[in-house]
């Protein structure tokens, strides 16, 4: 390892730590021109850089002369470009060739529809080829090689091998970026402190921390990249995962809840109230949320199902055998829509029943809020239904024992925890709108039990889902929908916005509303719903639609969760490209609640991909699980129920869908590490000490753990 004083002797001296924080300029090939660009990529100091994990690889390991070349066989050949060129083809596409001399013999690189790559490469620039190749008439091609550029001192030795690809900014090739990172392992890589311990290291057959690093960014053939690869990966989820864990331990061993028991005599109670037998996947989700009940540590269960499938039945269940035990149940949901809509379900099945119940949300007169915070803190009232509210300071339950938050998007910790009493704790069913990737279960509710509801009700049909492009298409449509109207169905339109941005936006609510008055649905019932108009007007638009006093719903996605019409059969979507995949399938579970076939149409003019391969997705699928799936493909991990608005996926380097196997990996060490104690002995305190330091703040850890 070079002195650092040969690199910069103004550079920081010290701790290798300290030597690690030595400012990127200051490493050996940078220079402050290229860290001010390093700053795009968030690359301050040479550990930064250490750290700037590749994205994969270019094999460049099996390097060939000309003659000893093979047809579709992955190897590579380098020479100097003597010739660059592009065609025109018909209907606008190009073909770019550049020409390669590789010692007197020829070979030529193909890019269609690239002709920005003419102007990448300049004539004699020392070039590597890497692909599959065809013999042509007698000359070498490769369609679309990936590409390695030799820098004048460079030997074929260094280009050659395994080369990692890096994101990159503008101003920085990646040829740049290699010899950047190998000249900070070179310099630093051995300064870098593992905290993992050897033992540990050992057991599950892991390299060093440096040995990764230099496996990472100089490896000598593919397997070392992926080895190091994974190390890094791991450490990242690994101590998130410790932190979860730690979290999980601190409320099974500092909290405690108010035991519920439920006998055979009060489940039968409760299940009378239905008018449905419940399906295998809900008897299930009854039986571990009963059997959480039942402890004296607190439950901290998620409960997620599929659209339609019933979880709202399961969380009644567990609120109501909390209250015949005698104790106080609340739920939380995240609008005053849902929280009305909640509300208007209990009053329902509770109609014949003496339990006391109160809907706390904003705007509640000054009296009617008094006498309902005086019911909460006496203990009086026994089933609580509200927003946000129902954690303000001024909310005093007398002996809550179970709190239920159904949530779109996940409230915090802190927020869970503000109905932790000074002695005894709610248990907790949290319930997701919409079903969500494995790889987000383990990661944004890893601290939680999960139960799974698959399975529909029976007679339950299956949507028909439809894309409709063309406005001949959407003439059929229509009349389609009119003759399902005149049969005794109902109708949503769903809008995108409250009201248009310009004069041709014709998905505003109120415009599209006015147009089919006038139009398709003229003479037929229509209303129009959205979140603007006030409460009252917005309960009575949907008791009348409840009531069949209306024909047709035009809406925002004010009616997305918790709306539950059985006759409404049909669901068209205005400007449906510009809704999420798992947004579109929340709103097409609004239809087809009862034994009536459903049909769900997607209307769009787009020509987007990736807009277009979301409506493909909602035709093909009915399935919620497979769906989120594919939604955090199409959009990344981190816009999925808005943790990267929210910070709250707090990974450095690992991607939760695309690491899902090491991620389990790193979830399966981090609960035997805990559990068994081993966690808590001296060899972990220095990776204790870092996971604390990342993570206690966001997971509420007390410092010690």
């Known amino acids: 390892m070079s002195d650092l004083k040969s690199v910069n002797p103004n550079a920081p001296q010290g701790s290798p730590a300290e030597r690690l924080l030595t400012p990127v300029q200051f490493v050996r090939g940078v220079g402050p021109q290229r860290a001010e660009l390093l700053k795009n990529l968030g690359i301050l100091t040479a550990r930064d850089l250490l750290f700037h994990v590749p994205t994969g690889i270019n094999d460049f390991s099996d390097v060939r002369t000309v003659p000893k070349l093979e047809a579709d066989v992955e190897q590579s050949v380098h020479g100097f470009v003597v010739d660059r060129d592009v065609r025109q083809l018909a209907g606008g596409r190009s073909l770019v060739g550049i020409m390669l001399d590789c010692d007197g013999h020829y070979v030529r690189g193909l890019w269609f529809n690239q002709p920005w790559v003419l102007k990448k490469y300049r004539d004699n620039e020392h070039l590597v080829f890497s692909g599959k190749p065809q013999k042509k008439a007698g000359r070498w091609e490769f369609n679309g090689p990936r590409v390695a550029v030799l820098a004048p001192d460079d030997d074929l030795e260094a280009a050659a091998g395994v080369l990692p690809r890096y994101p990159l900014t503008d101003g920085i090739k990646l040829d740049a970026m290699q010899r950047m990172t190998r000249s900070a392992v070179e310099n630093y890589g051995d300064l870098v402190a593992d905290c993992v311990p050897e033992s540990f290291r050992t057991d599950h057959r892991l390299p060093d921390l440096s040995t990764a690093l230099r496996w990472l960014h100089t490896p000598d053939s593919v397997k070392q990249w992926q080895d190091g690869r994974y190390r890094i990966l791991l450490d990242d989820l690994l101590e998130f995962q410790l932190g979860l864990a730690l979290r999980r331990r601190i409320w099974n061993r500092t909290l405690k809840a108010r035991p519920i028991e439920v ?152 927020q869970r925890a503000s109905f932790t009493g000074n002695d005894v704790s709610p248990h907790v069913l949290v319930m997701t709108a919409t079903p969500i990737p494995r790889s987000l279960c383990l990661t944004q509710f890893g601290d939680l039990d999960v139960s799974v509801i698959r399975d529909l009700p029976p007679g339950r049909q299956k949507v028909v889902t439809a894309k409709i492009m063309e406005l001949a298409e959407q003439a059929k449509m229509w009349n389609f929908v009119r003759q399902q109207l005149e049969k005794g169905r109902q109708a949503y339109v769903v809008c995108p916005r409250v009201e248009g941005q310009s004069e041709d936006d014709d998905a505003a609510a109120e415009t599209v509303f006015t147009q089919l008055l006038r139009t398709e649905l003229a003479g037929l019932r229509v209303e129009l719903l959205h979140g603007r108009m006030d409460r009252e007007r917005r309960h009575d638009v949907m008791n009348r639609y409840r009531n069949h006093e209306v024909d047709v719903l035009v809406s925002t996605t004010v009616i997305e969760v918790g709306v539950n019409v059985p006759n409404a059969t049909i669901m068209i979507i205005q400007q449906a490209d510009r809704f999420g995949l798992a947004q579109l399938h929340q709103l097409r579970g609004r239809i087809c609640r009862g034994s009536y076939q459903g049909y769900c149409f997607l209307l769009s003019t787009t020509d987007a991909p990736e807009a277009l391969e979301r409506l493909t997705a909602l035709e093909k699928s009915a399935d919620g699980f497979e769906l989120a799936e594919k939604d955090a493909e199409l959009r990344g991990p981190g816009d999925i129920l808005g943790l990267r608005q929210s910070g709250a996926m707090p990974l450095r380097h690992a991607d939760p869908l695309r690491d899902l196997s090491i991620l389990q990996v790193a979830r399966r060490m981090a609960q035997d590490l805990v559990d068994d104690g081993r966690f808590d002995l001296p060899q972990f305190i220095e990776l204790k000490t870092v996971v604390l330091a990342r993570f206690a703040h966001l997971l509420d850890l007390p410092q010690t753990g």
């Open 263 to 414: 006998s055979a005599k009060v489940d039968a109670r409760i299940r009378r109230l239905f008018e449905f037998r419940f399906t295998a996947g809900q008897d299930q989700s009854i039986r571990d949320i009963t059997q959480d009940l039942q402890q004296s540590a607190p439950m901290h269960r998620l409960l997620q199902a599929d659209v339609g499938a019933g979880k709202t039945a399961v969380a009644v269940h567990a609120m109501l055998s909390a209250i015949a035990a005698g104790y106080q149940a609340v739920l939380m949901a995240p609008t005053e829509v849902l929280a009305t809509q909640h509300w208007e379900t209990f009053n329902e099945l509770l109609a014949a029943s003496r339990v006391q119940r109160g809907l706390l949300i904003g705007g509640l007169p000054a009296a009617k809020r008094r006498e309902l915070l005086e019911g909460i803190s006496s203990g009086k009232m026994q089933l609580v239904i509200g927003t946000q509210a129902v954690i303000q300071d001024s909310v005093k339950f007398h002996n809550l024992a179970l709190a239920v938050i159904d949530e779109q998007h996940r409230f915090g910790v802190r």
